[in-house]
């Protein structure tokens, strides 16, 4: 089956380092991804989307990867605040387009 | 900037109730969506919606859930009989295309009694 899979495990990291969070998918090849951030009780919030053609994408301290041939996508924090403490949730779109699938995101919390 | 609105933000009821839950979708969006999340738990898809029909649905949805567009601004999920395994955080998300980035409402929380 086509699987998107995260770190289930927190990550934990201090103030100023940079996060680094994975996405793996398995028996599928998606034309994107997508990266969502949820912070608790609230709904997802897009971050970025980055095409099987690029291999980076950045917009401001995140940064996001793409390596078609490791079937893995990452997602960096530069300069990490404790405000970016939140459930980071990697999402592909479903076969027929009319649908989207979430990974089951990875929690980040950085401490000051 | 535009958002999704839901309502309510969280409905207790008894098991067997039903259950209506309410969206307003961004304006110019022409696909609309519903997830769950169960506490804990992943963000799962429920349904997506397009031209006034259910486009794809989720092997969640099944004879108890139905959605409805009943004019120009709303968009609803009814839960016909309640069950105590349907507590969850109910989402709604709109999107300008097919496959677009979704934008996602507050959410709902229901808890079933």
């Known amino acids: ?4 899979e995260q770190n289930s495990e927190a990550l ?5 380092k940079t996060a680094t969070l994975t996405c793996n998918y398995t028996n599928y090849s998606p034309a994107y991804l997508q990266w969502y951030r949820q912070d608790p009780g609230r ?17 401001e301290r995140l940064k996001v990867t ?5 079937k893995q996508s990452l997602f ?4 990490s605040q404790p405000a970016d403490s939140a459930t980071y949730l990697c999402a592909r ?12 995101g990875t929690r980040l919390f950085v401490k000051a | 900037e535009p958002e999704v609105t839901q309502t309510p933000s969280h409905q207790v009821t008894q098991m067997g109730q039903e259950v209506i839950l309410r969206c307003v979708p961004i304006s110019n969006h022409l696909y609309f969506y519903w997830y769950r999340q169960i506490l804990g738990q992943k963000v799962e898809f429920l ?3 397009y031209n006034n029909e ?16 009943p004019d120009g601004s709303n968009f609803t999920l009814k839960i016909r009989s309640t069950k105590l395994e349907d507590s969850a955080m109910y989402f709604c998300a709109s999107s300008e295309g097919q496959g677009d980035v979704l934008t996602f409402g507050a959410g709902s929380r229901l808890t079933v009694l």
């Open chain 1, 1 to 4: 089956s086509q699987k998107i």
């Open chain 1, 12 to 16: 934990n990291i201090q103030e100023g």
């Open chain 1, 43 to 59: 709904g997802p919030v897009f971050l970025l989307l980055i095409r099987e053609n690029e291999k980076e994408k950045r917009k």
């Open chain 1, 66 to 70: 793409f390596d078609t041939t490791l």
């Open chain 1, 76 to 79: 960096h924090i530069t300069a």
């Open chain 1, 93 to 104: 779109a479903g076969t027929g387009g009319f649908k989207t699938i979430f990974g089951a």
């Open chain 2, 47 to 49: 349904v997506s919606f």
């Open chain 2, 54 to 69: 259910i486009s794809e649905k989720s092997e969640i949805f099944d004879d108890q859930f139905s959605v409805e567009r």
